[in-house]
């Protein structure tokens, strides 16, 4: 069975079949080729477009439509699971048609379903079927769709119908200018994808380009890595700064597409902020005048009435598309009962062969909010990170890392490192690879620790504190305006120094700098500020800042490049400069560090540790390194050799 539950559960060609069938819309409507089908609409938010043009595209096509008129007046509010409610209805219907508040419930619909379902919208995961509408529309105003730059704009962070429009669009190789309001940029997850799965980066644009839309977020512009090269992270600030003053100037814009700031999905005290708009200034400029502007709809003020007369407002016109285009998915979907839906070919599955195990981090995933109606399964998307897995949750594509994993077989746990990547390998093939949230986890279900080699300890506590001091000293020496440092700790550790660092700041040169922290792999809100807390509502702005980026070791340098993709995709500072206190000089990515605690030159077979007192209570301040062995031949090697024993 076919379902529609994210834009890439669609081929490019299946697209364009689509497009094509709506183009033939007429001929559909006197075949009525849905007559004797019946489809259920089951909206648990408020909609008007969606949910009445699938309504008509089903009588179009000769079909009939059943419908609970307000969710809450069904079953639901007695206490009713989604699962159930779709098993229930898909016996009375031929196809489902859902909208729901939480990520990923329409896919845990599908699953309990045996009919095909269809994603009206889902929290702010995906709204697969409005891109249809929108790529229908920009093919027939703009021709082709390769080549066109289209600016999204607004709430880019909680506006589903931008997720699917931005995959597809990469996907029919447009290229994608983010315009986003403070504090509502693409999400890392989204941009993580673009980048793995279509090749695409970012480079910042030009603000002069854009200044006849307000707005407080500078734009990016998202395209196929080449011709551009377009690193992020670099060796000096002044290159940083030569890239931003040049990069992605005088581009040809094709398309505008303004979208509404989704309240309902924000914490409140945190809408105030300002937003991009769309009105007479916009169409006024010269360099506006070929480009058309899209609204998902509904508007709320962020795009004035004045533009409704324009030939250059099409936003009507693209919800009229709505009937032929769902008319043509219906038929389509149909046409394809029998086949299997084909899997993604990106996705190494995992599935926790024990009772507990990782747990998506996105509060408002239907796998938190309720369990029983989903099973927890995941993607893993890299084992790259030095010192964890990046899992992805099948249900709402947040990614997050997990540090601990273990063997059913032999009930012993490690913390995961890049050494081990091969042997986690195995075990996964095997069905025996057991990955867990915390040690505490998987010490309740009786797993054990593996061996390591010997302990050496690096850095003692004055150590460290020393390293800190001379640091402070070399960021202040380099500073040019002590009002704009802003100390950005990746969270962890790195935030821990990024305090001691402001600490030792404020001794040094009696000023107090503001700290935040970096959330490379979290749910929701990546920047945060730590200090002062009292402005904590205020999204952190990064605008013209001279960051300093501290995390305790550098590796591979994957950490630094997530953390400095989120930091240009929130705005421009004027200088990022990165400081560790460990550099293990083993680089897979050209970053280098400004200001370095110590170089301990090490094997990939080394384990290096930065042990902080806030974080380990009762533990020292200390670094450390030891050798890891390799749990499946840690047998052998101890009945071989007894050196390899010892604590
Ligand atoms: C959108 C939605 O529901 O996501 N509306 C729609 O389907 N056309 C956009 C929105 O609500 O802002």
Same mark, same amino acid.
């Given at each position: 069975?076919?379902?529609?539950?994210?834009?890439?559960?669609?081929?490019?060609?299946?697209?364009?079949?689509?497009?094509?069938?709506?183009?033939?819309?007429?001929?559909?409507?006197?075949?009525?080729?849905?007559?004797?089908?019946?489809? *259920?609409?089951?909206?648990?938010?408020?909609?008007?477009?969606?949910?009445?043009?699938?309504?008509?595209?089903?009588?179009?096509?000769?079909?009939?439509? #059943?419908?609970?008129?307000?969710?809450?007046?069904?079953?639901?509010?007695?206490?009713?699971?989604?699962?159930?409610?779709?098993?229930?209805?898909?016996?009375?219907?031929?196809?489902?048609?859902?909208?729901?508040?939480?990520?990923?419930?329409? +896919?845990?619909?599908?699953?309990?379903?045996?009919?095909?379902?269809?994603?009206?919208?889902?929290?702010?995961?995906?709204?697969?079927?409005?891109?249809?509408?929108?790529?229908?529309?920009?093919?027939?105003?703009?021709?082709?769709?390769?080549?066109?730059?289209?600016? +999204?704009?607004?709430?880019?962070?909680?506006?589903?119908?931008?997720?699917?429009?931005?995959?597809?669009?990469?996907?029919?190789?447009?290229?994608?200018?983010?315009? *986003?309001?403070?504090?509502?940029? !693409?999400?890392?997850?989204?941009?993580?994808?673009?980048?793995?799965?279509?090749?695409?980066?970012?480079?910042?644009?030009?603000?002069?380009?854009?200044?006849?839309?307000?707005?407080?977020?500078?734009?990016?512009?998202?395209?196929?890595?080449?011709?551009?090269? +377009?690193?992020?992270?670099?060796?000096?600030?002044?290159?940083?700064?030569?890239?931003?003053?040049?990069?992605?100037?005088?581009?040809?814009?094709?398309?505008?597409?303004?979208?509404?700031?989704?309240?309902?999905? %924000?914490?409140?005290?945190?809408?105030?902020?300002?937003?991009?708009?769309?009105?007479?200034?916009?169409?006024?400029?010269?360099?506006?005048?070929?480009?058309?502007?899209?609204?998902?709809?509904?508007?709320?003020?962020?795009?004035? /009435?004045?533009?409704?007369?324009?030939?250059?407002?099409?936003?009507?016109?693209? @919800?009229?598309?709505?009937?032929?285009?769902? %008319?043509? !998915? !219906?038929?389509?979907?149909?046409?394809?009962?029998?086949?299997?839906?084909?899997?993604?070919?990106?996705?190494?599955?995992?599935? $926790?062969?024990?009772?507990?195990?990782?747990?998506?981090?996105?509060?408002?995933?239907?796998?938190?909010?309720?369990?029983?109606?989903?099973?927890?399964?995941?993607?893993?998307?890299?084992?790259?990170? @030095?010192? *964890?897995?990046?899992?992805?949750?099948?249900?709402?594509?947040? &990614?997050?890392?997990?540090? #601990?994993?273990?063997?059913?077989?032999?009930?012993?746990?490690?913390?995961?490192?890049?050494?081990?990547?091969?042997?986690?390998?195995?075990?996964?093939?095997?069905?025996?690879?057991?990955?867990?949230?915390?040690?505490?986890? @998987?010490?309740?279900?009786?797993?054990?620790?593996?061996?390591?080699?010997?302990?050496?300890?690096?850095?003692?506590?004055?150590?460290?504190?020393?390293?800190?001091?001379?640091?402070?000293? =070399?960021?202040?020496?380099?500073?040019?305006?002590?009002?704009?440092?802003?100390?950005?700790?990746?969270?962890?550790?790195? $935030?821990?120094?990024?305090?001691?660092? *402001?600490?030792?700041?404020?001794?040094?040169?009696?000023?107090?700098?503001?700290?935040?922290?970096?959330?490379?792999?979290?749910?929701?809100?990546?920047?945060?500020?730590?200090?002062?807390?009292?402005?904590?509502?205020?999204?952190?702005?990064?605008?013209?800042?001279?960051?300093?980026?501290?995390?305790?070791?550098?590796?591979?340098?994957?950490?630094?490049?997530?953390?400095?993709?989120?930091?240009? &995709?929130?705005?421009? /500072? =004027?200088?990022?400069?990165?400081?560790? !206190?460990?550099?293990?000089?083993?680089?897979?990515?050209?970053?280098?560090?400004?200001?370095?605690?110590?170089? #301990? /030159?090490?094997?990939?077979?080394?384990?290096?540790?930065?042990?902080?007192?806030?974080?380990?209570?009762?533990?020292?301040?200390?670094?450390?390194?030891?050798?890891?062995?390799?749990?499946?031949?840690?047998?052998?090697?101890?009945?071989?050799?007894?050196?390899?024993?010892?604590?």
């Amino acid at each position: 069975m076919r379902n529609l539950i994210s834009i890439d559960d669609l081929t490019n060609e299946e697209i364009e079949e689509i497009f094509s069938l709506a183009d033939a819309s007429d001929k559909l409507r006197a075949d009525r080729p849905a007559s004797g089908e019946i489809m *259920a609409t089951l909206f648990y938010e408020p909609s008007t477009r969606t949910r009445l043009s699938f309504e008509s595209a089903m009588q179009r096509l000769g079909g009939s439509v #059943i419908s609970c008129s307000d969710m809450k007046a069904s079953s639901t509010a007695k206490g009713e699971t989604v699962a159930d409610t779709a098993k229930v209805v898909s016996s009375y219907a031929d196809v489902l048609v859902v909208r729901h508040n939480w990520d990923g419930t329409v +896919l845990a619909m599908a699953e309990h379903a045996n009919v095909p379902v269809i994603n009206a919208g889902d929290g702010s995961h995906e709204h697969p079927t409005q891109t249809l509408c929108d790529l229908y529309t920009l093919r027939k105003e703009k021709g082709e769709l390769k080549g066109l730059n289209v600016v +999204l704009c607004g709430d880019l962070k909680n506006g589903r119908t931008i997720h699917s429009l931005v995959y597809a669009l990469a996907r029919f190789g447009a290229n994608v200018v983010t315009l *986003a309001a403070n504090g509502m940029a !693409l999400p890392q997850y989204v941009i993580e994808r673009l980048e793995r799965e279509y090749d695409y980066a970012l480079a910042p644009v030009a603000s002069d380009d854009l200044n006849a839309v307000v707005t407080e977020t500078d734009a990016l512009y998202l395209t196929p890595k080449q011709p551009h090269e +377009l690193a992020l992270y670099t060796q000096v600030d002044q290159v940083i700064q030569a890239r931003l003053n040049t990069m992605a100037t005088g581009l040809r814009y094709d398309a505008f597409y303004m979208t509404r700031k989704q309240k309902e999905r %924000m914490k409140e005290g945190t809408t105030d902020t300002s937003y991009p708009t769309i009105g007479p200034n916009f169409l006024r400029e010269q360099r506006f005048q070929d480009t058309v502007v899209m609204h998902p709809l509904p508007r709320v003020d962020e795009l004035s /009435p004045e533009v409704d007369g324009d030939r250059r407002g099409i936003y009507f016109k693209q @919800a009229a598309y709505g009937v032929p285009v769902r %008319m043509a !998915l !219906l038929k389509f979907l149909f046409d394809r009962r029998a086949e299997k839906r084909k899997p993604s070919r990106h996705a190494i599955p995992y599935q $926790s062969p024990e009772p507990i195990g990782p747990q998506c981090r996105n509060p408002n995933c239907v796998t938190v909010r309720e369990p029983i109606s989903s099973r927890r399964r995941f993607e893993i998307v890299s084992s790259g990170q @030095a010192n *964890a897995l990046i899992l992805a949750c099948a249900y709402c594509d947040h &990614r997050f890392k997990v540090q #601990i994993g273990g063997n059913v077989q032999s009930k012993k746990y490690y913390v995961f490192d890049s050494a081990l990547a091969s042997t986690f390998r195995d075990w996964l093939k095997k069905d025996e690879l057991a990955l867990f949230d915390s040690i505490k986890e @998987a010490e309740e279900l009786d797993y054990e620790p593996f061996k390591s080699g010997p302990h050496r300890v690096l850095m003692t506590e004055s150590d460290i504190h020393t390293a800190l001091a001379n640091m402070s000293g =070399q960021i202040l020496h380099d500073c040019r305006e002590l009002s704009r440092l802003l100390i950005l700790g990746v969270r962890g550790a790195g $935030s821990q120094l990024a305090r001691r660092l *402001a600490k030792e700041i404020v001794q040094q040169a009696n000023h107090n700098p503001e700290v935040g922290e970096i959330e490379i792999y979290g749910s929701g809100d990546e920047l945060k500020r730590l200090l002062p807390d009292a402005r904590e509502a205020e999204p952190l702005n990064l605008k013209d800042r001279e960051v300093i980026l501290v995390d305790d070791v550098i590796f591979t340098g994957r950490t630094v490049k997530s953390a400095l993709s989120i930091i240009f &995709r929130s705005a421009r /500072p =004027q200088s990022v400069r990165l400081a560790v !206190l460990i550099d293990r000089g083993h680089r897979e990515i050209p970053v280098k560090p400004n200001y370095v605690g110590k170089h #301990i /030159p090490s094997s990939e077979s080394d384990r290096v540790r930065v042990k902080l007192s806030e974080l380990e209570p009762g533990e020292r301040d200390q670094v450390i390194i030891y050798t890891i062995m390799n749990p499946s031949e840690e047998a052998r090697r101890t009945a071989r050799n007894s050196e390899f024993t010892a604590k």
